[in-house]
């Protein structure tokens, strides 16, 4: 009796061995297959991350540069913009050593700074370019886990001109 | 006798292969939801993009009157419809234009807009020609005050008929904090403008009176339409102003104003002030472009 209900349940030690034995097999054959199905996994999640931030910090740009400005001055990749706001000054920049970009804007009750990007996702190779009066061009770069993407837009500037300094 | 048990290593096979589907389909979901963000994000560049330009068309030429046209564009990479419509509304006495821009796709809207103040051509050439004009002739002993400035008397004016649909109306937190704004700044009541200074371009109307505070320094282009009165306190620096107002003008000592002050009353001064014209101050003024 003992036997028989033995016999109904669950595996024997033999065949859980097998189980393992095949197991084992299994991942020696396709071990590094699954080693690197995970390891895209993780860079095509890292780049997810980076088109998101990428899409983010053009969209924060674009708002100030094409609609708020009515003065743009270029200069050392630095975007100076006189808003329509008239007592309103922003001031976008790249800081090397915090690898990102800050905009910093000037009110009459004073100065404050914000962040344009996040904070995982380093910025790299930071250009602006007057193109013409109207449009300047910016590029970027970010890193994030040794991924890149690079990111490129021509803003136009439809309130105001663009100058070079 | 292996066939009759009801466990077999078989189990775990199925399991695991059940783990990698669900897996797979995770996977897929995953991208294919950020790939519809990527085609949301071009769509809306695209949109965007697109409603710049035809306002672009519409602001690079002032003389454009009334008009309205559609026209259908294609995005790209799904390849749905877009459709672009361009309209201009002139005010009753043709001194505002309205310029309208739409870009719609499937459910989703974009829309920008503009206000430009034309002032007559009548009340452009006298703008040219004098600094000061009035309705009433200023009091002969304050005459002296303007400093031999371009001056002319006995004409009234209309004031421009404005549309307040799309105007903004700023209190005066907002004017400490940025100044004045570039588009049109509406005030419905009395509006004080404190000392400080005023950068950028700005059209201001107020239903009120206006009063300037002493000190007060404006460094771009300034449009004062005023219903009330206006009182422009001592030391005022203006470099490019145009105002129209109903009321008297009062004018406190020491000011340096270069454009055109026109009211429908007079002037009173109250001391030296230096006046001087502008050969473009009665030029139209282009606010600024916005979202609406």
């Known amino acids: 009796m003992f036997l028989q209900n033995r016999h109904h349940r669950g595996f024997i030690l033999t065949e859980a061995m097998a189980g393992l034995a095949i197991m084992a097999i299994v991942l020696a054959l396709f071990g590094s297959q699954v080693v690197r199905l995970f390891v895209s996994w993780r860079n095509m999640r890292t780049d997810v991350e980076l088109f998101d931030a990428g899409r983010y910090m053009l969209t924060k740009m674009e708002r100030e540069i094409c609609l708020d400005a009515v003065q743009i001055t270029v200069a050392n990749n630095i975007i100076d913009m006189q808003t329509k706001q008239g007592d309103r000054q922003v001031l976008v920049r790249y800081s090397a050593e915090r690898k990102g970009i800050y905009q910093d804007t000037t009110t009459n009750e004073g100065t404050g700074t914000n962040p344009l990007f996040i904070r995982d996702c380093l910025v790299e190779n930071w250009q602006v370019q007057k193109i013409d009066d109207k449009k300047i061009s910016v590029k970027f770069d970010l890193v994030k886990n040794n991924r890149i993407k690079n990111f490129a837009r021509n803003f136009y500037c439809l309130n105001g001109v663009v100058n070079v300094e | ?292």
């Not at chain 2, 109307?205 to 404006?218: D, M, R, Y």
């Not at chain 2, 000592?253 to 009353?265: A, E, F, K, P």
């Open chain 2, 1 to 292: 006798m292996w066939n009759r048990r009801s466990g077999s290593a078989s189990l775990l096979i199925l399991a695991g292969g059940l783990l990698l589907a669900g897996l797979g389909i995770l996977f897929s979901y995953y991208f294919s939801q950020n790939a519809n963000r990527q085609v949301e994000y071009v769509r809306g560049v695209q949109r965007r993009e697109l409603g710049y330009a035809a306002m672009a068309e519409l602001t690079v030429d002032d003389s454009l009157t009334a008009l309205a046209t559609t026209e259908d564009f294609i995005f790209q990479p799904d390849g749905i419809t877009a459709k672009v419509t361009k309209t201009v509304t002139v005010s009753s006495d043709n001194n505002f234009r309205l310029r309208e821009v739409q870009v719609a796709s499937g459910t989703e809207k974009f829309c920008l807009t503009q206000q430009s103040f034309i002032p007559s051509a009548a009340v452009q050439t006298r703008a040219g020609s004098y600094a000061l004009s009035s309705a009433v002739a200023v009091s002969s002993s304050k005459v002296k005050y303007m400093n031999g400035a371009a001056y002319s008397s006995g004409k009234t004016f209309n004031m421009p008929k404005y549309d307040l649909t799309n105007c903004i109306e700023y209190d005066q937190t907002e004017i400490n904090h940025y100044g004045l704004g570039g588009n049109i700044n509406y005030y419905s009541k009395n509006l004080t403008l404190p000392k400080m200074t005023y950068d950028g371009n700005a059209f201001v109307i107020v239903e009120g009176n206006l009063t300037i505070s002493n000190g007060a320094v404006f460094n771009g282009r300034t449009v004062f339409l005023v219903l009330g009165t206006t009182t422009i306190n001592a030391n005022v620096r203006m470099q490019d102003v145009f105002l129209l107002s109903n009321g008297t003008v009062t004018l406190g000592s020491g000011c340096n104003i270069t454009g055109h002050l026109r009211t429908n009353m007079t002037f009173d001064l109250k001391g030296n002030s230096n006046f001087v014209a502008r050969e473009d101050a009665g030029r139209a003024f282009n606010g600024v472009v916005f979202i609406k």
